[in-house]
């Protein structure tokens, strides 16, 4: 972790709250917080379909407190950001075909329980440093590339413009009533974690579990471009906008890798992975609808204001999750 020493003298010994923090990026965040030495309280909800799992947490039950909740439980949330110093705040339905099939759940998860938490640290610890997970989802097929935060708004599905709607209560309850936020908006990550049953998360899960079992890959269309952000730069991202005071309001885009069409990327899976082979598919319908074709981010923006940049090469990233699963395929299923 290129910035291990000032981390250190930020969040060691401060309270920090992880929502979402059995998920993917959340758990790995919350790894590296222990690491630092922060208090650590995490709130999940489990619900089988959103990726949270105990596993993801697995050697840290006795460094951590975990509570098995929902922000879409009002109540709850005083109890949580009450003494808190930071809170990253991922707790989200992240599933695009999801919220198309059930609109209603997304817009309780992603844009209701978003107002609720930020009423809760507005009411009861208007002093908190937030940190808010977003996505790249929410500029929809892309007028240029690579996007930066001034592309058009653009979702393409119901997630994105409840996502939308969760980055704008941040940004406002920063302008309006002094709520220390930050929003960056994550590219397509990857890494230790990851849903791989599914791909409710990521479609990179699915494939890894393909390779694994000795299956070949489906890639749908093929040419597609894509960027990939490996999940410890992602978190170096999340400690860097909660430490640095000139990410105070700002919207950032954290991008990854140079861009890479799909077919590429199965490539480059089966040579890491030493076998597998992968076969060219035409899009389903329901998915094409939703396909914004090519996209990477430009991020130059957190780059110059708090020097973020992407460190992990996909080759090297997708040896690591490769790695990983290996061991712990099973209990991911």
């Not at 991922?90 to 198309?100: F, I, P, V």
């Amino acid at each position: 972790m290129p910035h291990s020493a000032e981390f250190s003298s930020v969040f060691r010994g401060r309270r920090v709250l992880v929502t979402g923090g059995l998920g993917f990026i959340g758990s790995n965040l919350v790894r590296s917080l222990v690491e630092l030495g922060s208090d650590v309280t995490v709130v999940d909800s489990l619900i089988p379909e959103y990726g949270g799992t105990l596993r993801n947490l697995a050697g840290l039950e006795n460094k951590v407190r975990i509570n098995i909740s929902d922000v879409r439980d009002v109540h709850s949330l005083p109890h949580f950001v009450r003494g808190q110093d930071y809170l990253f705040n991922l707790a989200g339905q992240t599933s695009h075909m999801d919220s198309m099939s059930d609109p209603q759940t997304d817009l309780e998860i992603n844009a209701r329980a978003q107002l609720s938490i930020l009423e809760a640290c507005r009411l009861h610890n208007p002093g908190i440093r937030i940190v808010f997970a977003s996505t790249r989802q929410i500029y929809g097929k892309p007028d240029y590339l690579p996007v930066d935060e001034k592309h058009p708004l653009r979702p393409v599905d119901v997630n994105g413009i409840n996502k939308l709607a969760g980055e704008s209560y941040h940004l406002l309850y920063h302008r309006v009533h002094g709520i220390r936020s930050t929003v960056l908006r994550l590219t397509n990550t990857i890494g230790p974690r990851m849903r791989v049953k599914d791909a409710r998360q990521t479609f990179v899960g699915v494939w890894i579990k393909k390779i694994l079992s000795g299956e070949p890959i489906e890639v749908w269309g093929g040419e597609q471009l894509r960027d990939f952000t490996y999940v410890d730069d992602a978190a170096e991202a999340f400690l860097l906008a909660a430490s640095r005071p000139e990410a105070l309001g700002e919207i950032f885009n954290v991008g990854g890798t140079p861009p890479v069409s799909l077919k590429q990327l199965a490539e480059l899976l089966v040579a890491v992975n030493g076998a597998g082979e992968f076969v060219l598919r035409s899009f389903p319908g329901d998915r094409k609808k939703i396909d914004i074709g090519d996209f990477y981010a430009d991020y130059r923006l957190i780059t110059a204001k708090i020097g973020w940049l992407p460190a992990t090469s996909l080759t090297v990233a997708l040896a690591e999750i490769l790695g990983y699963y290996r061991k712990e395929l099973v209990n991911y299923l």
